[in-house]
């Protein structure tokens, strides 16, 4: 909820992307002012365009040695100005639903109406490039410090937070449902309800809380640093027109690479991985742990070991400890990706996949979601038509079960393949598109 929040924000107040949001509230700490980054992954995704960054814990003033005065950084200051962002919406529907899930079964019948708003008063907080250029040349690095060495035998970007965006007072991001009949509350796979039922759910986000964030990465060499003000990530790179559907191929390719090395598994590593990846999307925390690890095994050039309590994990790294380094690496990189994705999707959807699983219709699910990535979806957010041959189920609890899937990441579909986009939704399709293409590789769907 609090990275919906937080993207919102951003799509109204930075539309040139420079800012990064925040995506946990319990850990927007660490995104202060002069507080130390590490970026996770070099490349982007079609799903999270945003760089990836993780938080150490630790801030610039920790890494430096002492100053002549032994005074610490005092160069932050508040920008004068302040915003209010507001969003308030309402929808009511009405449908018959019946979807079997185990261990619920849900249904809907009459009427559902949700609400949801809040409203938000941002404001930045910076530190001057020219203070951390005039702190270049005055403090080293301390080169004895065991997260700078640790970090030396990487090769892991720094960077540092030099802009912020908080809440300058306290905000309730608030969500409510209200159904009659046997409608679901709150998902379509999870809750059973009979009567009248209303649900809410709802944030507080306290004031001074962290939204999003701009870095600047920081070069270290024998205990002097400098700033790295130019990125030549696409130098050499065709630029693509916006909104082609060239561009679009290129952002398939990218999930037919990335997931490259399940085509190639042989039939009995196939299931090991399609197992796992059922056990994560059932437990959150399962899945944070295998992100994790697979994360850790690149970084970790002089050998590895991968060990676990989970006996959901155990079958996978047992199988990966005994591979060799090449073919681990490409696992971790494939495993990683997906991860990432289902990270990105809500967890109504996750049990909407695994129902899928069970239905065999992960297949024409992917044709559908593909045909949902056009320029429409990505840059003019008009309404659109798909083929309605791809919404023809043999059953009609399965064609209803996908407009569901699809519903949860922002497109409302039709019976007759009409799809209106809401919220800017092409990253949680994309995301969508990319779980639906792995399953499908992974459980040899055709």
Request: charged share 25%; with cysteine; hydrophobic share 40%.
């Amino acid at each position: 909820m609090f990275k919906k929040i937080t993207k919102f924000i951003l799509n109204q107040m930075d539309p040139f992307k420079e800012l990064n949001p925040v995506e946990s509230i319990a850990h927007h700490e660490h995104y202060r002012p002069l507080c130390l980054l590490k970026k996770k992954r070099k490349s982007k995704r079609i799903f999270h365009p945003d760089p990836y960054y993780q938080q150490t814990g630790f801030t610039l003033d920790d890494v430096l040695l002492p100053g002549e005065d032994g005074k610490h950084i005092e160069s932050i200051h508040p920008d004068s100005s302040q915003f209010t962002l507001s969003n308030v919406s309402a929808d009511k529907v009405d449908g018959d639903l019946s979807i079997s899930v185990d261990p619920a079964t849900v249904g809907l019948q009459g009427a559902a109406f949700f609400y949801k708003g809040f409203s938000i008063k941002p404001q930045k907080k910076s530190v001057s490039l020219g203070s951390l250029e005039a702190l270049s040349r005055e403090r080293e690095i301390d080169m004895d410090h065991s997260f700078i060495q640790q970090l030396q035998r990487t090769d892991i970007e720094l960077y540092v937070v030099t802009e912020i965006l908080e809440a300058s007072e306290e905000a309730v991001y608030k969500e409510s449902t209200k159904a009659g009949g046997g409608f679901k509350a709150k998902c379509y796979a999870t809750v059973f309800a009979k009567g009248t039922r209303e649900n809410t759910q709802s944030i507080v986000i306290p004031m001074g809380c962290t939204l999003a964030f701009r870095t600047i990465q920081i070069h270290i060499k024998d205990g002097a640093w400098n700033l790295g003000y130019f990125k030549l990530e696409n130098h050499g790179k065709p630029t693509q027109q916006a909104g082609s559907s060239v561009e679009l191929r290129v952002d398939v390719t990218e999930v037919e690479y990335s997931c490259r090395i399940f085509s190639e598994l042989s039939p009995d590593l196939l299931p090991i991985i399609l197992n796992t990846i059922k056990a994560v999307m059932r437990d959150k925390n399962l899945l944070q742990e295998l992100s994790q690890k697979m994360e850790e095994v690149p970084e970790k050039n002089d050998g590895y070991e991968l060990k676990t309590e989970s006996p959901d994990l155990q079958g996978l790294f047992s199988t990966l400890q005994h591979s060799p380094r090449d073919r681990v690496l490409l696992l971790a990189e494939g495993i990683t990706y997906v991860l990432d994705a289902l990270h990105e999707l809500m967890e109504d959807q996750l049990l909407l996949l695994l129902e899928s699983l069970e239905r065999k219709i992960v297949s024409q699910q992917l044709k559908l979601v593909e045909n949902l990535l056009t320029p429409h979806l990505k840059y003019r957010m008009w309404p659109f038509h798909v083929d309605a041959e791809l919404l023809s189920f043999p059953h009609v609890e399965e064609q209803r079960l996908t407009i569901a899937l699809v519903e949860l990441s922002g497109v409302q579909l039709q019976e007759d393949g009409s799809a209106v986009p809401r919220d800017q939704p092409f990253e949680a399709v994309a995301a969508l598109f990319v779980a639906l293409y792995a399953l499908n590789l992974l459980s040899g769907s055709k």
